[in-house]
């Protein structure tokens, strides 16, 4: 993990133990995403982390705030505002980025998104025509740890094409089945359009 600073104070990133720790009890869907959501799906570090992901569905926001009652947790209200999410207070559909930390003297550990949702469907936040049933939406590491199948999360990079999301595309495309990569391709293509990631992702991988 690495330690970074911030207009909004420093990051010292949680780990995968402690956010497992954290999380683990609550009932209802969660999910290591990010680049850590990659690594997991990868087997091994592909790079280091700023941050750690946690995603969890909209409909789910209060029971995972009550999760972690005595930290502080922020909003990203856009376009670049963070402010405090007050107890019981139902963020509204633009907000989908929460900062949370134990106090207000100590870094910001975790970073939890809020994704949408219809009766047994996960529904993207980018485009409500994409979604998939939530059984499918989640992997399981060997040690137990929840995290987004690896298309979604890259999906969800290749809006940003930052350098970062690049590492995890490149380290990911080999480990994505047939069906995956067409998954990923589709959806970049009706959200996206035009997009460099989409020829490495015509030629599908072998079923596995």
Excluded: N
């Amino acid at each position: 993990m690495v330690r970074t600073h911030t207009p909004w104070g420093v990051w010292e990133p949680a780990t995968l133990t402690e956010v497992v720790a954290l999380f683990s009890w609550l009932p209802v869907h969660w999910w290591v995403a990010g680049g850590h959501a990659i690594e997991l799906a990868v087997g091994h570090p592909i790079r280091d982390h700023g941050d750690i992901d946690v995603l969890v569905l909209r409909r789910d926001q209060l029971a995972v705030r009550r999760a972690l009652a005595d930290w502080e947790w922020w909003a990203a209200d856009p376009p670049g505002t963070l402010r405090p999410w007050q107890p019981g207070e139902t963020l509204p559909p633009q907000v989908h980025d929460i900062w949370c930390r134990p106090t207000s003297q100590q870094p910001w550990r975790i970073q939890v998104m809020l994704d949408e949702s219809h009766g047994t469907d996960w529904v993207s936040r980018r485009s409500a025509r994409l979604r998939r049933p939530l059984a499918t939406v989640g992997r399981t590491s060997a040690d137990g740890t929840p995290y987004l199948a690896p298309e979604i999360q890259l999906f969800y990079k290749a809006e940003g094409l930052r350098p970062k999301d690049e590492i995890d595309f490149t380290a990911a495309l080999p480990h994505l089945s047939a069906d995956q990569r067409r998954w990923l391709h589709r959806a970049i293509a009706d959200t996206y359009g035009v997009h460099p990631w989409s020829p490495r992702l015509r030629t599908a991988a072998p079923d596995r």
